[in-house]
């Protein structure tokens, strides 16, 4: 029977054969309430992996590497996507036609960043944007640079900067920021379906 007049609760009892730390006797430690608690600590970490893609990812990455940006379509709604996933994430069917799309881009929104983050090369304040690439349905994320980051607006054309050709990978790095491409901005009320 169980003494219900106890504060403490009733041990558990596990299964036969399954492990159960033993109590610990905090008697030894008691001081512990006079330490100062620790109230954050910094850690760096690092984390490599590799990464198997599918075919439409694939496909994605080696165009990437010839300075080509490529989507998917669906059947079902006809909306490119980049990158592509080989599935739209609206109908759920399979994108199997492969779409060439423009080098350039708009400015659907964007964020100034004042905060370094540990190993960022940005210069601070510096622009993080979704850009829709001419030709696709849904944004990615990008740098814009080569322009004062209050002059940074929803609707600004952009032209992506490349790294050196001796340098490219099947990455996505290989586009290293967006600048200003000298064409007319686009309205902001027609980018009111990307946001």
């Given at each position: 029977?169980?003494d219900t007049t106890?504060?403490?609760?009733?041990?558990?009892?596990?299964?036969?054969?399954?492990?159960?730390?033993?109590?610990?006797?905090?008697?030894?430690?008691?001081?512990?309430?006079?330490?100062?608690?620790?109230?954050?600590?910094?850690?760096?970490?690092?984390?490599?992996?590799?990464?198997?893609?599918?075919?439409?990812?694939?496909?994605?990455?080696?165009?990437?590497?010839?300075?080509?940006?490529?989507?998917?379509?669906?059947?079902?709604?006809?909306?490119?996507?980049?990158?592509?996933?080989?599935?739209?994430p609206v109908s759920?069917?399979?994108?199997?036609?492969?779409v060439d799309l423009?080098?350039?881009?708009?400015?659907?929104?964007?964020?100034?960043?004042?905060?370094?983050?540990?190993?960022?090369?940005?210069?601070?304040?510096?622009?993080?944007?979704?850009?829709?690439?001419?030709?696709?349905?849904?944004?990615?994320?990008?740098?814009?640079?080569?322009?004062?980051?209050?002059?940074?607006?929803?609707?600004?054309?952009?032209?992506?900067?490349?790294?050196?050709?001796?340098?490219?990978?099947?990455?996505?790095?290989?586009?290293?920021?967006?600048?200003?491409?000298?064409?007319?901005?686009?309205?902001?009320?027609?980018?009111?379906?990307?946001?």
């Amino acid at each position: 029977m169980t003494d219900t007049t106890s504060s403490e609760p009733a041990p558990i009892e596990l299964p036969e054969g399954l492990w159960s730390q033993p109590a610990v006797d905090m008697s030894a430690v008691a001081e512990v309430d006079a330490v100062e608690s620790v109230r954050s600590v910094r850690a760096f970490a690092s984390l490599t992996y590799d990464y198997t893609p599918g075919l439409a990812t694939t496909r994605f990455l080696r165009a990437i590497k010839e300075k080509r940006l490529v989507g998917e379509r669906c059947s079902e709604t006809g909306k490119v996507y980049i990158p592509p996933r080989g599935v739209s994430p609206v109908s759920g069917l399979p994108t199997t036609e492969q779409v060439d799309l423009g080098l350039d881009g708009t400015v659907v929104s964007f964020c100034v960043v004042n905060l370094d983050f540990t190993g960022n090369a940005q210069e601070i304040p510096y622009v993080s944007a979704l850009i829709l690439v001419d030709g696709s349905d849904i944004p990615i994320y990008g740098l814009v640079r080569e322009i004062p980051y209050n002059e940074v607006q929803p609707g600004l054309r952009l032209k992506s900067v490349w790294v050196e050709d001796s340098e490219m990978t099947t990455s996505f790095e290989n586009i290293k920021w967006w600048a200003p491409n000298g064409e007319p901005d686009v309205p902001a009320s027609e980018l009111a379906d990307y946001v």
